[in-house]
């Protein structure tokens, strides 16, 4: 079973840069779709942030994040990154990495219900 945990997240200053990274086991990553998502403290469901898809290196960004997002993986190392610059205060949250098998060539999806596998999550709370 694919397992996914985050890193790097903290304590952030508004117009800082943050990085957040994604370690992945147990599975082949250069098959699965991954995802990062975020909870706001008062947030219900969680936010979509960007996504990566396996096949032509294809990439979505959430509107509230577009611009200031970038996702990237390395499947030689197995990790999943993002780096969100200019941080505001409602970047705060808890992030999530997520993950699901996909089929060569299936669009990504941006729906978190679609994701089968997901990280513990890292705090991040940008101060103003």
């Known amino acids: 079973q694919l397992q996914l945990v985050e890193s790097g997240g903290g304590l952030l200053q508004a117009g800082d840069s943050l990085r957040l990274s994604c370690a992945i086991s147990?599975?082949?990553?250069?098959?699965?779709?991954f995802g990062w998502f975020r909870q706001a403290p008062t947030g219900k469901e969680r936010e979509f942030l960007a996504?990566?898809?396996?096949?032509?290196?294809?990439?979505r960004y959430g509107d509230s994040v577009a611009g200031r997002c970038t996702i990237s993986r390395d499947n030689a190392k197995n990790t999943i990154d993002l780096l969100l610059t200019n941080l505001r205060p409602e970047d705060t949250g808890v992030y999530y990495c997520?993950?699901?098998?996909?089929?060569?060539?299936?669009?990504?999806?941006?729906?978190?219900?679609?994701?089968?596998?997901w990280g513990q999550g890292t705090q991040v709370t940008v101060s103003s």
């Open positions: 147990g599975g082949t990553i250069s098959t699965y779709n």
């Open positions: 997520a993950a699901y098998w996909s089929a060569w060539g299936r669009p990504l999806t941006t729906t978190s219900q679609d994701y089968s596998s």
């Open positions: 996504a990566s898809n396996r096949s032509r290196g294809g990439v």
